[in-house]
């Protein structure tokens, strides 16, 4: 159990990442014009979604789960269900505000930037904000969980 604690802290760490790193550049983001964010959107950003962030978010959820259903202490569960909720949300925002920007994207050029481009950029932005604030929750929730259930063990 403990490795799996272990491992449910990494990957809480991981599903922070990209999230968090979306935030922190969004000030820079919200002021470049439509070509630059287009540009960026197609080159930067391909492939970090499959090979990072869903990967870290699902797996985040499996683990968080396979947690609470081991954990013995009541405490222990409702942390292990509260950053297992984290990640639905997660996945939850991708799916309602990241996807439909990114499957709309992928077909746009630099000539056919729709004029309504800023408020796809809006949605794509505010989809890894939610994400941002609901990973940030389940590593706090799988921190605490990690230390309840380690503090379990360790009483006599």
């Keep these: 159990m403990h490795r799996l604690r272990l491992l449910a802290l990494v990957v809480a760490v991981i599903a922070l990442l990209a999230p968090a790193a979306h935030v922190l550049e969004m000030p820079n983001k919200l002021?470049?014009?439509?070509?630059?964010?287009?540009?960026?959107?197609?080159?930067?950003y391909r492939g970090w979604g499959p090979f990072v962030g869903g990967p870290a978010e699902i797996g985040g959820l499996v683990l968080t789960l396979a947690?609470?259903?081991?954990?013995?202490?009541r405490r222990a569960r409702a942390l292990w269900l509260a950053a297992?909720?984290?990640?639905?949300?997660?996945?939850?925002?991708?799916?309602m505000f990241n996807a439909p920007v990114?499957?709309?994207?992928?077909?746009?050029?630099?000539?056919?930037?729709?004029?309504?481009?800023a408020s796809y950029r809006a949605k794509w932005e505010t989809g890894h904000?939610?994400?941002?604030?609901?990973?940030?929750?389940?590593?706090?929730?799988?921190?605490?969980?990690?230390?309840?259930?380690?503090a379990i063990v360790r009483a006599p």
């Design 31 to 44: 002021r470049i014009d439509g070509p630059l964010w287009l540009a960026v959107q197609q080159s930067l």
């Design 129 to 150: 904000a939610i994400a941002a604030v609901f990973a940030a929750g389940a590593l706090i929730f799988v921190f605490s969980a990690h230390r309840t259930d380690a």
């Design 102 to 117: 990114n499957a709309a994207v992928d077909s746009w050029t630099a000539a056919t930037l729709p004029a309504d481009w």
């Design 67 to 73: 947690c609470f259903v081991m954990a013995g202490a």
């Design 84 to 95: 297992a909720t984290c990640y639905v949300v997660m996945l939850l925002a991708f799916f």
